[in-house]
């Protein structure tokens, strides 16, 4: 069975860092291209942040370009976010995504593998 599992979620104050991790299982993602995507209460799912299978394209919403980083891992994480100056309004709770292909995409319709997500919480 193929899993996503999301871990690096908390409570921090405005200002504040996290780094998510995203933990896979049953399959190596290690040619996939893989995404950061949150969803806030009442609102729609939004992207964050993609990276194409090697690491060597990235994308991000322009709301968190400069404060986040996606990279790539290892087989068993297979990709992170390092989410720094985070503002209230980044509190969401946060999925990884991957797609079956490699090339990256900012369209959550376009991945194919969805974790449950983790909590993040940001205070003023």
């Known amino acids: 069975q193929v899993q996503l599992v999301e871990s690096g979620g908390g409570l921090v104050q405005a200002g504040g860092s996290l780094r998510l991790s995203c933990a896979a299982s049953?399959?190596?993602?290690?040619?996939?291209?893989m995404g950061w995507f949150r969803q806030a209460p009442g609102k729609e799912r939004e992207f964050v942040a993609a990276?194409?299978?090697?690491?060597?394209?990235?994308y991000y919403a322009d709301s968190m370009k400069g404060r986040f980083a996606i990279s790539r891992g290892n087989a068993k994480n297979p990709v992170y976010l390092q989410m720094s100056s985070l503002k209230p309004e980044d509190t969401a709770v946060y999925y990884c995504?991957?797609?079956?292909?490699?090339?990256?995409?900012?369209?959550?319709?376009?991945?194919?593998?969805w974790g449950q997500g983790t909590q993040v919480t940001v205070s003023s």
């Open positions: 990276i194409n299978w090697n690491g060597g394209s990235t």
């Open positions: 049953g399959r190596s993602f290690s040619t996939n291209a």
């Open positions: 995504a991957a797609r079956i292909l490699g090339i990256l995409s900012v369209r959550g319709g376009d991945y194919d593998y």
